[in-house]
């Protein structure tokens, strides 16, 4: 079945530092992905709708000069948390659409646990 | 807005016993309805869907029928085993599913044997 690769798994790093998360679809194209955070024993919460070729689309109150979006091909997605603190500490994880088939849901990485010190 | 409420966990059993986790929504337009399930450390699997009124989603002895009158989509399992453990969400997509997904607070299982 269709794979969502999400790198790395986890990250500590030191506060200030910038990170940059991939999500890429292994086995189809994805002209959407999407970006969400969890923090624990929560539920996830929808950063920004990533969309191949133009602009991602935040959701109310998530910074998207804090929360950078690239998304160059049809199978990967970027996120860069730029000057990470230690509140930004949390599990990201990202979803993809397949665009060959188009009522089928998302697909899920399996997350990426970030730690700032 | 559009949203998921499901019931608080942790939800407690024991091996072999049944399993209702309930989810309630609120959605503008005709929503499809999804159960994710979430092993620790790791992402969301796709349980099962169902995307239009009376449907019933099964996978894995899990099941759901999307009740339309009640806005409910329970989930439930006739016996579980102690792998069930996890968290489960009940979710909706509006517009297709393919579109962005609102999620309950999620619902952590634990099965002893």
């Known amino acids: 079945g269709a794979v969502v690769s999400q790198h790395p798994s986890r990250v500590i790093c030191k506060s200030g530092t910038s990170v940059k998360i991939e999500c890429r679809s292994l086995d189809f194209q994805a002209t959407t992905m999407f970006w969400y955070r969890q923090f624990p024993k929560q539920s996830l919460m929808l950063m920004a709708t990533s969309n191949e070729g133009s602009k991602a689309t935040y959701e109310q109150g998530v910074e998207k000069d804090k929360f950078l979006i690239n998304h160059a091909s049809l199978t990967l997605s970027t996120l860069t948390v730029t000057s990470a603190h230690p509140e930004d500490s949390s599990f990201y994880i990202c979803?993809?659409?397949?665009?060959?088939?188009?009522?089928?849901?998302?697909?899920f990485g399996d997350g990426t646990r970030l730690s700032i010190l | 807005g559009d949203s998921v409420t499901q019931m608080e966990g942790p939800v407690t059993l024991s091996e072999e016993a049944f399993l209702t986790i309930n989810c309630t929504y609120t959605a503008t337009g005709y929503p499809s309805l999804f159960w994710y399930v979430q092993y620790p450390g790791e992402g969301l699997q796709l349980l099962l869907k169902?995307?239009?009124?009376?449907d019933k989603g099964s996978n894995k002895g899990f099941e759901a029928t999307y009740r339309k009158e009640t806005t409910s989509f329970h989930l439930e399992k006739g016996s579980v085993q102690v792998s069930d453990s996890a968290v489960y969400f009940c979710?909706?997509?509006?517009?297709?599913?393919?579109?962005?997904?609102?999620f309950g607070t999620g619902t952590r299982l634990q099965v002893t044997l």
């Open positions: 979710a909706l997509s509006v517009g297709g599913t393919a579109s962005k997904l609102t």
């Open positions: 169902a995307t239009k009124a009376d």
């Open positions: 979803s993809a659409r397949d665009v060959g088939q188009g009522s089928q849901p998302q697909h």
